[in-house]
């Protein structure tokens, strides 16, 4: 329990007036304004390296892959006035991620600007991101962390190589985490405004109708309300933080009722039946106590990637559940823990949600841990654990950076100097030069909308998940009807459930290979 | 769907929508920010003492059940200079031999007031009272108001500490389960006081309530009193003095509120709403808010005063529009957009019944699950019936029927129910 967090707002002046902020003027300046304004230099000198990183090889680092081909293509399909995707859009998500996406798309002309069209769904991220490091900053002083504290979190979040590799793909997590930090932050409203609570249900609403998972955090958010209220407001901020989202939230089935396509029906698809299949009849990822399953599989590659923000921000958790001001935080990791270990499909950019919270737990716990003697009592037991344990925590965390520092600086050199692309920019070139636009090809998402924008008519232009999953694909000569297939290791990975693919793959011939283990990318002509 | 359809469907949704949050706003201000909660109090200094004298009127038209208790209480509040003053019907012995009997009790507090207009009513009643008030303070109330000891020195307090023309305490309803449209009745009445007044205070133009209200008398003599023919004389009178630049603020501590009982007969009901809401069309119409100096001030006043109808309109509109959209076939963003005043309404929903929790918790009452049941229920035929009153409110107005509505004719040996409803008898 901290009591620097438990401890009311200063009292209002006498007379109930509002209090008002001290006039710099007035204030007697000295080293606190020095040191604020050191920090202010800091947040923004932070920021814009994180912008660097972020920035530099983002188009070439990691590589394409198909969700991302999938989002930008949704956003394409928004932004030529297709609907919400090209092919029918099944509720397979809420749309208002690809919507933002489109915003960016329409109103920067980025699928003209950027060498790709994914790399144009990877200038939307980097927006995002540098909006999350903002808002992570905004929070995390909002929690009442120091300035070092939240420019550490800040730190940790931008210079993370699992972060750095996830944050550039365009996913819609991406999307939704800003909108996700921003709720937290107007929950903390300075003043306890319960406008400010609305205003970040609001923003909670769209952060889930950009990514549904986003509403497993919900019950943090609520905590963080609860916990920040005053006795005097608190009743009507829970009221309006609940209805607000659920409002939010609303307009999804409402929309899909509005087009009757809510409850199953024939003919059409529906939200409640996709929101079935994905809930109960999509293959889960297996347990977390499995070493074989695809939950360990999933973070096995992520601790691969980097361990150490997932590890220590997770790791924190429960301890910084008994921390009053981190607990909201805390419960939002914990939530996302218990959800892997359920047992349920786990998708491959689940961990992004964890990951800002996990920042400001290592560098809230360790603020914690740094100021003990406030929060220990008695105080003898305080002073004969105080000193040996700030002694303790700055030598962990010189032996941590010691270690961390050199390795995560070997990965972000990694992915702002090495072109991972390569291999699918090859692909894409060597299809431009041989193959006859009106050829009829079947691709992994990642390029699709290239081929298309390239001129290819769409209807020959085929998602490699369509040719088996929808109905509405149509091969008057089944495999013979296709000339040309562009895939990558993901698509060898589902074979199993492909028949018609795998056929049209044992039917052709590799005509041009580039890459190699997970990031080859083949090209096969068909033999009919 | 022809353009101009579309456009007019979006702009009823944009008024819909404006209606609601409005709405809410005024709902919430009380709770926007802790400290909201504390600036309602009653402005208290260490070391305040009563030092203004204070007439205390209190218009009585058949009330020979209640007034003996009400007189009796009003004469035991604790400050030392003040007078109750009475006023009865020169038609209406029952009321005014209790008010006489009384006056020889308390003889050096209330003293009785006889009325001789024709016909009669509570602003006639108002202004014959006035000339004959000694205090510097004049105060109103109602035949059967429940009135907390301790209020006149804290409203002596307060027009020391503020400054103020005019101080609003607060007035609850409070028999909230005697009938389904209680419930909501006794929660606007919550809201109100608690929390929307305050806020039209801050923004200097406000429609008072009908009593636990306080003028500075020669406030009162200089704008000749209240407007005799008016049917919302408590509003006509804060607008006008609203106009006039007057400071007025609201106070409002739980234990310091007027309590009242909500009327139980449904046609008693619609008779008081239709009287006051056609007594704000009169207020509009008389077109004194049309001083202010400011468009933006207008504009608010406009929406202050012409709310109750708009809100009939809302009640009305939200559910056909909510229908048409699969009647006419509306473009599936427009339909969507055109749910969000349905959205914003539904919050005042979830406002009412956390207000129904912090009411009964002022109070010292528990809401049961019941309660909250309830209120859920009867939410929007309330708004019904407030929609037909307004209706009713506005054809009486159209066809020039600017009497006081009679209440059915209340025998002595039943306790009425509603205070204004009785003086307007």
């Not at chain 1, 930090?181 to 929950?187: C, I, R, T």
């Not at chain 1, 909670?204 to 986003?214: H, Y």
């Not at chain 2, 009287?275 to 202010?292: H, P, S, T």
Request: charged content about 20%; some cysteine.
């Amino acid at each position: 329990m901290s009591p620097v967090a438990l401890a009311p707002p200063p009292p209002a002046p006498p007379g109930g007036g509002r209090t008002a902020a001290p006039t710099p003027g007035v204030r007697p300046r000295g080293r606190a304004d020095l040191a604020a304004v050191a920090t202010r230099v800091a947040v923004v000198a932070l920021i814009a390296a994180a912008a660097l990183v972020h920035a530099s090889g983002m188009w070439d680092f990691p590589i394409r892959v198909d969700d991302e081909g999938t989002y930008v293509a949704q956003a394409w399909a928004v932004e030529s006035g297709l609907g919400l995707a090209h092919y029918t859009y099944w509720y397979d998500h809420p749309p208002a991620g690809w919507l933002q996406l489109a915003a960016w798309t329409y109103l920067t002309d980025a699928f003209d600007r950027a060498p790709n069209a994914v790399g144009a769904g990877r200038e939307a991220m980097l927006v995002a991101k540098l909006a999350c490091l903002v808002l992570l900053y905004v929070l995390a002083r909002r929690l009442q962390l120091r300035r070092p504290t939240a420019l550490a979190a800040v730190a940790l979040l931008a210079f993370s190589p699992l972060a750095l590799e996830m944050q550039r793909r365009v996913f819609l997590d991406n999307v939704a985490t800003p909108w996700l930090l921003g709720a937290f932050v107007l929950a903390l409203s300075p003043r306890r405004r319960i406008d400010a609570v609305a205003a970040g249900a609001v923003c909670f609403g769209i952060a889930v109708l950009s990514k549904e998972t986003v509403l497993l955090l919900f019950p943090a958010f609520l905590l963080q309300v609860w916990l920040h209220g005053d006795p005097r407001n608190r009743k009507f901020a829970l009221a309006l933080a609940f209805t607000v989202t659920a409002l939010v939230v609303g307009i999804y089935p409402l929309f899909a009722l509005l087009r009757g396509e809510l409850v199953p029906g024939p003919g059409h698809v529906s939200l409640i039946g996709s929101a079935e299949w994905q809930l109960f009849e999509r293959p889960g990822s297996g347990s977390l106590f499995d070493p074989a399953s695809g939950v360990r599989g999933l973070i096995a590659h992520w601790m691969d990637i980097d361990p150490w923000l997932l590890a220590a921000g997770v790791a924190c958790a429960p301890v910084a559940v008994f921390v009053r001001r981190l607990r909201a935080i805390a419960l939002a990791v914990l939530i996302q823990v218990v959800v892997l270990a359920r047992g349920g499909y786990v998708p491959y950019m689940y961990v992004i949600g964890v990951l800002p919270f996990g920042a400001l737990l290592v560098a809230g716990a360790g603020e914690h841990l740094w100021d003990l003697r406030r929060h220990l009592r008695p105080a003898a037991l305080v002073r004969r654990v105080w000193v040996p344990a700030r002694v303790a925590l700055a030598a962990a965390a010189a032996l941590a950076a010691l270690y961390v520092v050199p390795a995560w600086a070997r990965e972000v050199e990694a992915a702002t100097t090495t072109d991972h692309d390569a291999p699918m920019e090859s692909a894409e070139m060597w299809v431009a030069e041989h193959v006859p636009l009106d050829a009829t090809l079947v691709v992994d998402d990642a390029i699709w909308l290239d081929l298309v924008r390239a001129g290819r008519p769409r209807d020959q232009v085929i998602w490699f998940y369509k040719l088996d999953l929808d109905p509405a694909v149509e091969l008057p000569n089944g495999w013979r009807s296709i000339d040309y297939l562009v895939l990558t290791a993901v698509q060898y990975a589902q074979f199993d459930g492909m028949p018609r693919l795998r056929t049209a793959v044992e039917h052709s011939e590799v005509v041009a290979s580039f890459g190699e283990g997970a990031e080859q990318v083949t090209v096969y002509e068909v033999q009919p | 769907m022809t353009i101009a359809f579309l456009v007019a469907y979006a702009l009823l949704t944009v008024a819909l929508l404006a209606v609601a949050v409005v709405n809410l706003r005024w709902m919430l201000d009380a709770w926007i920010h802790p400290e909201g909660v504390d600036e309602r109090r009653f402005a208290h200094e260490p070391g305040n003492r009563p030092v203004h004298t204070i007439s205390l009127v209190v218009p009585a038209r058949h009330e020979e059940a209640v007034l003996a208790e009400t007189l009796e209480r009003l004469a035991r509040l604790d400050h030392p200079a003040y007078e109750v003053l009475a006023v009865v019907g020169h038609d209406d012995d029952g009321t005014r031999a209790v008010a006489e009997r009384l006056a020889r009790l308390h003889p050096d507090r209330i003293h009785v007031v006889v009325d001789h207009n024709w016909p009669k009513n509570k602003p006639k009643a108002l202004n014959t009272a006035l000339p004959v008030c000694h205090g510097e303070i004049v105060g109103v109330f109602d035949a059967e108001d429940e009135v907390a000891p301790d209020l006149l020195a804290r409203i002596d307090a307060v027009f020391q500490n503020t400054g103020a023309d005019v101080v609003q305490g607060g007035v609850q309803l409070m028999n909230f389960r005697s009938r389904w449209f209680t419930l909501k009745n006794v929660l606007e009445y919550f809201f109100y006081f608690r929390s929307r007044l305050h806020l039209h205070a801050r923004q200097r133009f406000i429609p008072l309530g009908g009593n636990t209200v306080f003028f500075r008398r020669e406030l009162l003599e200089q704008a000749r009193g209240w407007d005799p023919e008016c049917l919302a004389e408590d509003c006509e009178i804060g607008v006008r003095l609203s106009c006039r630049g007057a400071v007025t603020v609201v106070a409002y501590e739980p234990a310091l509120v007027t309590r009242e009982e909500a009327p139980t007969r449904l046609s008693d009901f619609m008779r008081q709403r239709t009287r006051w809401n056609q007594g704000f069309l009169q207020v509009l119409r008389k077109g004194e808010w049309r001083r202010l100096p400011t468009v933006g001030q207008r504009l608010r006043a406009l929406g202050i005063l012409g709310m109750p109808f708009l809100q009939a309109v809302a009640a009305v509109a939200l559910p056909l529009q909510l229908l048409s959209i699969w009647v006419l076939d509306v473009p599936v963003a427009l339909a969507l957009f055109s749910w969000v005043p349905l959205f914003v309404t539904t919050l005042t929903l979830a406002v009412e019944l956390v207000g129904l929790h912090e009411f009964c918790r002022s109070f010292g009452l528990r809401a049961r699950w019941t309660d909250y049941v309830r209120l859920a229920a009867s939410w929007y035929a309330y708004f019904l019936l407030l929609a037909v009153a307004a209706a009713r409110a506005t054809a009486r107005e159209l066809r020039g029927q600017k009497g006081w509505e009679k209440t059915a004719h209340v025998g002595a040996h039943r306790v009425p129910l509603d205070v204004t409803e009785r003086v307007a008898a």
